[in-house]
Structure formats: C-alpha cells, structure tokens
C-alpha cells in the first residue's frame, strides 16, 4: 500500500539569518522532515553550510533531519553529521566508487540511509543496493542550486523505482528534489514518489505563507 505523500521543505531557500527562527516556522506550518542540502564546492558548484549549522538548528525542529549530502568524499563525514543531529543521512550515487560501503556506514550509526541520483544517472544503478537503502532520491535537477526548473525526463526515472521498491517489498521512501511547485507535485506524485522535497516553493512569501505553501504543494488547498 503507498504511503502517505509528506513534505521535505529545504532550509536552502529560507533567510540564513534566522535559520532556527525559519526551521521552527516552516515546522509550525507542516513540515514532515527538515531537508538540510550540505554542499561542498567539489562534488557540486557551490558551498552552502556544513555539520555545525546543522546542529545549532536541531532544536528548533522535532521532525526528522533529512541531510543531503553533496559532497565528496562523503565517508570521512558520516559521524559529523550524526554527531550534528541527523535522522537520515543520504549520499550521491556518483560521489565516489563506494556507494554499498556508504550505506552500510550510515546505517551503522542507526541512522535511516538513503541515496541520490543525479538526472544523468539511471534507476539500474540502484538494482544492487535495494537491500540497504531506506529512502531513494531523485534529483529532478541538477545539483548544487535552489530555483531552478525541473527536468520532466526523471518522471521516467521515478515510475521505474517505483517498480523496483514496491518489487522489493521493502519501506523505501521515493524523494524528489528539485523545481518542485504545484504544477510539478502532482506530476511527481502520479508517477509515484511519496516525499516531496520544495525549497522555493515552500519559503516563498514569508513565514505568514509557508502552511499555505505547504498545502498548495500536497493538493490539500
Ligand atoms: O538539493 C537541492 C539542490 O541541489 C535542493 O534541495 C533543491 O534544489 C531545492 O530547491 P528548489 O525547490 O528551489 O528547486
Ligand atoms: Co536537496
């Protein structure tokens, strides 16, 4: 049976100035998880904020701490991150020759470990590792920005996990990160994904608006 569809709002669009304030408003509105997106200026074209930003916003939020990590290499940081508050820690496929080794590391620490692929990276990549992952992502654009415009060819991508994690019969979570709005959720959704992640479109406004963006984007409105 699916799963209810949740919310992963991305504190990369909220007001870095009054992180904690904005992580407890957003949570206030609706959030499901908090999606903290940790990028290193290596693995992707832009830095944003790392462990110790993590954990200085921990209490603000009672919800599960969903990293997304786009970094490389990506072992060497697990415990930081653990350390920091995380409840669910998920790597890149494309960031270095260890995924299995990876996922094994996160879960090790009794965390929920999940993985990412990049819109050039194909759902077969992901055929050997089902056992060990608890939440799959798919970026429906590219990573390293917030704003940007989703890519329609992974609605393909996420109707074939689909296939793969209900084949496994395992709890596997089906993320969507990137260009999702009310327009793109519903396409999303359709072709099974069941944990939205939104940036943009849940920061927008101001906190005054996020339960309504938060609605707009689950169909509630
Ligand atoms: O992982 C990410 C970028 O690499 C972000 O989570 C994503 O881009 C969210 O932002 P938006 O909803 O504005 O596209
Ligand atoms: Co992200």
Do not use: W
Not at 109 to 125: D, V, Y
Not at 141 to 154: D, E, L
């Amino acid at each position: 049976m699916r799963k209810p569809v949740r919310i992963a709002p991305s504190v990369l669009a909220a007001d870095f100035a009054k992180l904690g304030e904005e992580v407890a408003a957003i949570t206030a509105a609706g959030a499901d998880y908090i999606h903290l997106d940790i990028m290193d200026g290596h693995f992707v074209p832009n830095i944003s904020f790392g462990p110790a930003v993590t954990k200085s916003i921990r209490d603000y939020s009672d919800k599960p701490f969903d990293c997304h990590l786009m970094i490389s290499p990506f072992d060497p940081f697990v415990e930081e991150f653990v350390d920091a508050g995380a409840d669910i820690i998920t790597l890149h496929q494309e960031s270095g020759p260890h995924a299995h080794r990876s996922l094994q590391l996160v879960k090790s620490h009794g965390l929920k470990a999940g993985i990412s692929l990049n819109p050039a990276t194909p759902a077969s990549t992901l055929e050997h590792v089902m056992d060990e992952v608890d939440l799959i992502l798919v970026m429906s654009v590219n990573p390293g920005f917030g704003g940007q415009k989703f890519i329609a060819s992974q609605l393909d991508k996420i109707r074939t996990l689909r296939s793969m994690i209900d084949a496994s019969g395992r709890d596997i979570d089906l993320q969507v990160d990137g260009g999702i709005n009310a327009e793109t959720a519903p396409l999303v959704i359709e072709a099974g994904a069941d944990l939205l992640v939104a940036g943009s479109a849940a920061f927008k406004g101001g906190p005054s608006q996020y339960a309504e963006n938060i609605n707009l984007l689950l169909g509630r409105a």
